[in-house]
């Protein structure tokens, strides 16, 4: 009974020690996924840095100058947030860590003990002690099965026992070692996370500065603007241009229409192939239901107002709404995807056209998640909110134009 005492204990002390192990083991792959995130953040962190330095040497570019202070701000924050959960989650392994190493101290010292014990009682007992068990068990009249267990048992003991003291000290050390990893990594998070706030005090700084100067520029504030309304043309122009490609498409189906009914009148009942027939063209705005493209306030509304950065008048051709970083972007209703492209003053971006000619553009997208030439049902998800090209933070830019006028999107919204 002594002996199955034992075996259960080590049974459970064995099942202990694996629960424990797994525990860490999921926390290091944690850790792991977010260093390679933190890494990547590191690299497009640096890559703006350097766009940025480029640009400002040019001396040129007011607005992308703006939008890539900004983006930089938002990157380093992000950066920072990112360094923060590293930390904690690093100091969580190092407190389990502990509660591990000292539970297998207290294991290892209480086997040490028991070894000490057995050591001294095969001193003063000698191994005579255990060949007269060995020679009861053999003789006894039980379970032959069971007496080979219970001879295999006496005989492999004292070696089980130093074999687990010695996977133990393993596991301890192994422990250790991770200890003093996790201990360096948190330190060089620490320094890497004051250097970044100390960075991201003085790119603040820079970024006040350089609006202060604008407002008080009058050559930059003219730079500005007509990049502004550069960036104002150019939206018109795509959108100008995917009107003629819509009609340029309906008057050709049409030609092709007529020419296969005076074909079909001049052979009899001559069976002719189909034309694909040009979208159904409607007089009024797109019917059916749609929905808000993002969730958020909306901080710049249509039409003529003074710009939330630039603090001069200018005509908004759609507005813009307040995103979290990785919303989600829907399709304002259903339609085709026609254009995925870097926009200017838009940043990546994709254009849906509608039913009847009416386009919606969804810019400052982070990620793109639809192709040209794709369908997409209301409130599809599109992409995801950012802030590249975005003067003033992570946002959406939407705006809907019927043909080549430009309508208030909050106002199309509300049409079924």
């Not at 962190?45 to 480029?54: I, M, T, V």
């Not at 969730?295 to 603090?311: K, N, R």
């Not at 369908?375 to 933070?393: F, M």
Request: with cysteine.
């Amino acid at each position: 009974m002594r002996l199955l005492a034992v075996r259960l204990l080590a049974f459970v002390l064995c099942l202990f020690v694996g629960l424990s192990v797994a525990a860490p083991k999921k926390t290091d792959a944690q850790i792991k996924e977010q260093k390679t995130a933190l890494k990547k953040l590191e690299n497009d962190l640096a890559k703006k840095r350097k766009e940025l330095a480029q640009l400002e040497n040019e001396e040129k570019g007011v607005l992308n100058t703006i939008s890539l202070l900004d983006q930089n701000l938002n990157q380093t924050r992000n950066y920072i947030s990112e360094l923060s959960k590293s930390e904690a989650m690093v100091h969580r392994a190092l407190e389990e860590l502990s509660r591990d190493i000292d539970s297998l101290d207290s294991k290892i010292q209480l086997r040490k003990k028991a070894m000490e014990r057995r050591i001294r009682t095969l001193y003063v007992n000698g191994r005579n002690s255990e060949a007269r068990a060995l020679y009861s068990l053999l003789v006894s009249e039980s379970n032959p099965e069971r007496q080979a267990y219970w001879v295999h048992r006496v005989l492999y003991q004292d070696k089980e026992e130093v074999e687990t003291l010695t996977r133990m000290v393993k596991e301890r050390d192994e422990k250790k070692l991770q200890q003093t990893e996790h201990l360096a990594d948190l330190s060089s998070m620490r320094t890497k996370k004051a250097a970044e706030e100390k960075g991201l005090v003085s790119q603040m700084s820079g970024q006040a500065q350089m609006l202060q100067s604008l407002k008080q520029d009058k050559a930059m504030q003219r730079r500005a603007l007509e990049e502004f309304e550069r960036n104002q043309k150019t939206m018109l122009a795509l959108i100008k241009k995917l009107e003629q490609k819509r009609k340029k498409e309906i008057e050709e189906a049409k030609k092709a229409e007529k020419a296969r009914k005076s074909k079909g009148k001049g052979k009899g009942k001559t069976k002719e192939p189909e034309v694909t027939k040009p979208k159904k063209t409607i007089a009024s705005s797109v019917k059916g239901p749609k929905c808000m493209p993002l969730e958020g306030p909306v901080i710049s509304q249509y039409g003529l107002q003074e710009h939330p950065v630039l603090h001069i008048a200018t005509r908004n051709l759609g507005v813009e709404i307040r995103g979290k970083r990785g919303g989600s972007v829907r399709a304002a209703a259903a339609g085709t995807v026609v254009m995925v492209s870097e926009i200017d003053g838009r940043g990546p971006s994709v254009i849906i056209e509608h039913e009847g000619g009416t386009y919606s553009v969804y810019g400052h997208l982070r990620s793109i998640r639809v192709q040209e030439g794709k369908d997409v049902r209301n409130c599809e998800e599109i992409g995801e909110v950012g802030d590249i090209a975005s003067l003033n933070g992570i946002k959406l830019y939407f705006q809907v134009s019927e043909g080549t006028q430009t309508v208030d999107p909050l106002e199309w919204l509300k049409l079924k």
